[in-house]
């Protein structure tokens, strides 16, 4: 049973670009959420979607943004890219209706590492 | 706003003896849950128990209990027989039980080294 697959594992970018980090859920899942991880920091909630619509957002600015396509794997793009948005990108993958059950735990992926220059 | 704050930023322990991870938490609202994950040196964040907030018993997963104090609001992390493999970084989070979506705040965590 394949879990989240994210890719690419590792990237580096220059300051003002744009990127773009993928996302496949683990079978079964319909709900993508992403985090960000800063170094020495615990994961931040970015947005979460389902359904291929935006249900939730974090503390994030506009230029964070996604994307959730009919096949539940979904996007994340960063545009104007800052030093700060350096960190690691983890994608979560779990089943939108069950929450509250104990079962609707989120399941990682390994993370894309982003280091903006 | 949810807050989750973990006060060890290391901790040590020998092979086979137990270890205790704190965790606090911090939340107006009345339903909540809370977990902890363990993300070794590869990044990926392994989900290792969960513990709602109406749950009576305190939760266990094998070698990892769950040492839930609703009063005090705190979910310490007691993992049991250490292996070397437990050595890793550790992170307490919990949920919204108001919204219904499972998003999760983390604390900063805890690194745990085991030794031989």
């Known amino acids: 049973d394949a879990g989240v697959t994210q890719s690419p594992t590792h990237l580096i970018k220059t300051r003002g670009q744009q990127v773009t980090l993928r996302c496949s859920p683990k079978?079964?899942?319909?709900?993508v959420s992403w985090y960000q991880q800063a170094l020495g920091q615990g994961p931040q909630f970015i947005f979460q979607y389902y359904e291929e619509e935006e249900r939730q957002r974090g503390n994030f600015p506009d230029r964070f943004s996604g994307h959730q396509f009919p096949n539940y794997s979904s996007e994340l793009n960063v545009n104007a890219l800052l030093l700060g948005d350096s960190a690691l990108y983890l994608c979560a993958s779990s089943l939108g209706h069950e929450f509250g059950s104990g079962a609707n735990v989120l399941t990682f992926g390994a993370g894309s590492r982003l280091t903006v220059l | 706003a949810q807050k989750i704050t973990q006060t060890q930023p290391g901790m040590f322990v020998q092979e086979k003896e137990a270890v205790t991870l704190d965790c606090t938490y911090d939340?107006?609202?009345?339903?909540?849950?809370l977990f902890w994950y363990k993300q070794p040196s590869s990044g990926e964040m392994i989900f290792l128990i969960y513990?709602?907030?109406?749950?009576?018993q305190n939760a266990t997963e094998g070698r990892y209990s769950l040492n839930f104090q609703k009063a005090r609001k705190s979910a310490n992390l007691v993992i049991s027989a250490s292996q070397l493999g437990d050595s890793a970084m550790y992170f307490c989070?919990?949920?919204?039980?108001?919204?219904?979506?499972?998003?999760?705040?983390f604390g900063k965590g805890t690194m745990l080294l085991v030794s031989p």
């Open positions: 513990q709602g907030s109406y749950d009576q």
């Open positions: 939340t107006s609202d009345p339903s909540y849950g």
């Open positions: 079978s079964g899942h319909d709900t």
């Open positions: 989070a919990m949920s919204p039980g108001s919204s219904g979506y499972s998003t999760l705040t």
